[in-house]
């Protein structure tokens, strides 16, 4: 499967359009512009993270739905990259389903397979970048678990901020408002699972 820089737009109207929704309903909810909308859906403009978040939930499906349906963006093509070894095993090669947002942001699925109620991520934040381009905070739905494995990232909240470099992880509602952001001339890598169908907080498993 080839990377997704160009195919981002593509998959969202179809989602869109699946869903029934028009450009201008969609545009409308997100705050944006049906101009600005289209470009995304064009692959003119590539949307931040937060701006793709906001789109997918307006249409009522999860971030991972943009990798899925491989038809929409190669047609009659099967992909190469995933295979079943051993029967009930699927594994899928390194360089699949990577989607580069704006700020050069990049999302890469590290599910071979959809699980209903669960994203499970790696992002790479390049140097200078952050989820927002407007330095908007972004709400969704679901609990969310990140863990910095390169560099160093900013996790900005309403209540203050939180470096982690690797090795650092922290767990939350998404539905607080959050921010990521890398302030760092390297570029820093994190692995986020988020689920999607969590009805009550976690309860933290006291060690013996």
């Known amino acids: 499967m080839a990377k997704m820089e ?7 109207r179809k989602l ?13 909810a997100v705050g944006i512009s049906s101009s ?6 064009t692959g003119a403009m590539q949307p931040s993270v937060n701006r793709l978040i906001e789109i997918v939930a307006v249409i009522g499906v999860s971030v991972s739905a943009i990798f899925d349906d491989h038809e929409v963006l190669h047609p009659k093509a099967i992909d190469p990259g995933s295979s079943e070894p051993i029967p009930g ?41 952050s989820s927002s381009i407007d330095g908007a905070m972004l709400v969704h739905a679901g609990y969310e678990m990140g863990a910095v494995t390169e560099g160093t990232l900013r996790f900005e909240f309403t209540e203050g901020s939180i470096d982690l470099s690797p090795g650092g992880s922290l767990a939350f509602w998404a539905t607080r408002p959050h ?10 890598t994190a692995i986020w699972l988020t689920l999607r169908d969590l009805a009550a907080e976690p309860v933290p498993i006291d060690g013996d």
Do not use: K
């Open 89 to 129: 095993v699927r594994v899928s090669v390194v360089e699949e389903d990577i989607a580069t947002l704006g700020q050069g942001v990049v999302y890469r699925s590290l599910t071979p397979v959809r699980l209903s109620g669960i994203d499970l991520f790696e992002t790479i934040y390049p140097p200078g970048s």
């Open 16 to 28: 869109r359009v699946d869903s029934g929704r028009s450009l201008a309903s969609v545009a409308e």
């Open 179 to 188: 921010r990521v952001v890398n302030e760092t001339s390297r570029r820093a």
């Open 6 to 12: 160009n195919q981002i737009g593509a998959r969202l």
């Open 36 to 41: 600005a909308l289209s470009q995304i859906e």
